[in-house]
């Protein structure tokens, strides 16, 4: 049984693969194998990879139909015989010390139970602003604690810098298919199973940037889809049991939310908002509040929460101050989701 397994669903990667398995083939930890999924391929892809799996025993091609990257995930993570598994991309390069030294944390700290990493992205010069600065973001979260505080902005952990234990991930239900991103899925339905977190300080992953990445191309990773997804995991979790949720924003990302919030039956009172041009209005039928009105609001009930979902840059830091010089929680009384 090797130490690790990487697990690489691959469609149409002719143009990238050859150089995400120099990477893999170049790592300090020898002790792995590759289980590569052929998602039903319709250029070189499977060429290359049985030539691999000739020169590298390592090297495991399992061939399929073409049924998406969820299957490919999941019929692949069937056949990962380690108890540690390292997601990898077939357009994105690892640093040689990426398996060696995950594989290490994650033994060391057992109460851990997925470990990713900081990333950059590249190709130098094909990096959009907007990438840059969600790059910034996420490689700032490294503990448990960061983690979990922003899990419902964004995604917190970019998929193919993770290994998770394989045991974990078997019990969370593999991955699914709920018509948004299957990873950031997968990171919320660990989330409320209480699992551990860890990024490890260090650049091990090189994050390729290109037109052709499912985020840009895959409906299932809009802005609405997200917002789904938040909505969906919020009433599950925070927000089950309240009995009054208030939403700091009712612009355009808070008025998505809660129009989700709504379809879920999510005792939704009130919006929170600094504009003096919609303080006093409604959106979707409840009022449109100033921050000094929050705490008598909030008094009225006997088990609130508040979400913060104002996404201009900026604006959760300053909510964050204002929220705690009225007494509010982080992560007990109020969540980030913007």
């Given amino acids: 049984m090797p130490a690790v397994s990487v697990l690489m669903p691959c469609f149409n990667a002719a143009k990238t693969l050859h150089e995400a398995l120099l990477s893999l083939e170049a790592q300090t930890l020898q002790d792995f194998e590759i289980v590569a999924v052929d998602d039903g391929s319709t250029d070189e892809t499977g060429c290359i ?5 000739e020169r590298d025993q390592r090297v495991r091609v399992i061939t399929t139909n073409h049924g998406g990257i969820i299957a490919a995930l999941n019929i692949g993570l069937q056949s990962c015989r380690a108890e540690m598994i390292a997601r990898m991309d077939t357009d994105d390069r690892c640093l040689p010390r990426r398996l060696e030294q995950q594989y290490e944390y994650l033994q060391a700290h057992p109460q851990v139970d997925l470990v990713s990493c900081r990333v950059q992205g590249f190709p130098p010069g094909q990096v959009r602003q907007g ?10 979260l490294l503990s448990d604690e960061d ?35 299957e990873d950031y899925d997968l990171w919320l339905r660990l989330y409320l199973q209480g699992a551990r977190f860890a990024k490890l300080p260090q650049v091990l992953l090189e994050w390729r940037e290109h037109p052709a990445r499912l985020t840009r ?22 927000l089950s049991g309240r009995d009054a949720v208030l939403i700091w924003g009712a612009g355009m990302v808070g008025r998505r939310l809660g129009k989700q919030l709504q379809r879920l039956a999510a005792p939704l009172v009130a919006y929170i908002d600094i504009d003096p041009r919609k303080i006093g209005r409604q959106r979707r039928g409840l009022p449109i509040l100033a921050p000094e009105a929050l705490l008598d609001c909030w008094s009225r009930y006997r088990r609130p929460a508040l979400l913060a979902a104002v996404g201009a840059r900026g604006a959760r830091q300053l909510i964050r101050s204002r929220l705690q010089t009225m007494g509010l929680v982080e992560g007990k009384d109020w969540w980030s989701a913007a």
């Fill in 49 to 53: 990879l049985r030539r691999w799996s």
């Fill in 131 to 140: 990438f840059e600065i969600y790059l910034q973001w996420l490689n700032g």
């Fill in 147 to 181: 983690i979990r505080r922003e899990i419902f902005v964004e995604s917190p952990l970019p998929h193919p810098s993770v290994m998770v234990r394989k045991e974990i991930l078997e019990k969370a239900g593999g991955y699914q298919e709920h018509g948004w991103p």
């Fill in 217 to 238: 191309t895959d409906s299932r990773y809009s802005l609405e889809n997200f917002i789904r997804a938040k909505a969906h995991y919020l009433a599950l979790g925070p």
